[in-house]
């Protein structure tokens, strides 16, 4: 039975198809310099943004509205990234952003595996593999390992607070290139799972 099924992402980004067989898959290679996904059409991908933005309108009950960064999805656990850049060496996390990927990641992993990271940046190239990040998962959210601020320690004022303030100084610094290695392990992770 052939699979007909098209690959979303595919379909939005220029892919490369990778043809290694499944022999040479266990050796380990440098990452690429390049990107695996590319965005094939610049004005496309932001017109289909713009276009969204026009659902919800004044007049409406509903407001607000944020997206998800990154999703990778492999034998039906999940990967989540969320990126937040840095200002003062603080990310700004709207709360309900933050709710919603706290029940996302309680009911994910009530029926499979997921992982959810927080990753702050500077204007960084993520191309360079040396590059550093900043990162913390959902588990340490919700031990307490990060603190829930939602008015600035430091004394900065900046009224009333719908987000939650992350300091850098709470965070795991972490390199792009381990950054990777992170992804690709939790890869490997779902490979053992049989869905």
Request: net charge negative; proline share 3%.
């Amino acid at each position: 039975m052939i699979d007909k099924t098209i690959d979303l992402i595919d379909t939005f980004y220029n892919k490369e198809k990778d043809h290694q067989s499944n022999s040479t898959s266990h050796q380990i290679i440098r990452k690429s310099p390049k990107a695996k996904y590319q965005i094939f059409d610049e004005s496309e991908f932001a017109h289909g943004r713009e276009i969204l933005g026009d659902l919800i309108v004044h007049g409406m009950f509903a407001s607000g509205g944020t997206d998800i960064d990154w999703l990778i999805e492999h034998n039906g656990s999940f990967i989540i990234l969320e990126f937040k850049g840095f200002h003062n060496d603080k990310i700004n996390i709207p709360k309900g952003q933050m709710i919603a990927y706290e029940k996302l990641h309680v009911k994910l992993n009530q029926i499979t595996k997921c992982y959810l990271y927080i990753v702050g940046c500077d204007d960084i190239d993520f191309s360079n593999p040396d590059a550093m990040v900043w990162i913390f998962e959902m588990k340490q959210w919700k031990t307490g390992a990060i603190p829930k601020n939602i008015s600035d320690i430091y004394g900065e004022d900046s009224g009333k607070q719908k987000k939650f303030i992350v300091y850098r100084e709470y965070m795991e610094e972490i390199s792009i290139e381990k950054l990777r290695e992170m992804i690709d392990s939790h890869w490997k992770e779902f490979e053992k799972i049989i869905p």
